[in-house]
C-alpha cells in the first residue's frame, strides 16, 4: 500500500495550491483520508480530514481558506488559498484503510509528504 502526495511548491502569501494523494495497493477498503502537517520543530497537526463517503471535517488552523474533496475512491485534493508565510509545513497525506486479503481492521498509513513554502 502507498499514498503518493504531488502539489506541493514554493508560493507567493495570498497564492493557492491544490495538493494530491493517491492510495494504491492492495487495498480492500478506505475509511477516511486527510491532510496533516509538520513545520520543522512542531508537532504534526491535523489540517483536514474526509470520509469515504465525503464529508468532510476542517482544523481551525485552514478552515475557510480550504477545501477537502475525494475524486474516484482512492484520490483526495486539498486546494488551500491565501496561504501565509506560517502554512510552510511538510503535508502529509493519511489514510486509515484495510488491506486486501487482511482482517478487516482499519490501519493507518501515511505518504512521504509534500513540501509547501509560502514567501511573505
Known amino acids: 500500500v502507498q499514498l503518493v502526495e504531488s502539489g506541493g511548491g514554493l508560493v507567493q502569501a495570498g497564492g493557492s495550491l491544490r495538493l494530491s494523494c493517491t492510495a494504491s495497493g492492495n487495498i480492500f477498503s478506505i475509511h477516511n483520508m486527510g491532510w496533516y502537517r509538520q513545520a520543522p520543530g512542531k508537532q504534526r497537526e491535523m489540517v483536514a480530514t474526509?470520509?469515504?463517503?465525503?464529508?468532510p471535517t476542517y482544523a481551525d488552523i485552514m478552515k475557510g481558506r480550504s477545501t477537502i474533496t475525494l475524486s474516484n475512491w482512492n484520490t483526495m485534493y486539498l486546494e488551500m488559498n491565501n496561504l501565509k508565510p506560517e502554512d510552510s509545513s511538510v503535508y502529509y497525506c493519511y489514510s486509515k484503510l484495510v488491506v486486501g486479503g487482511g482482517k478487516n481492521v482499519g490501519v493507518d498509513y501515511w505518504g512521504k509528504g509534500t513540501l509547501v513554502t509560502v514567501s511573505s
Open positions: 474526509i470520509t469515504s463517503s465525503g464529508f
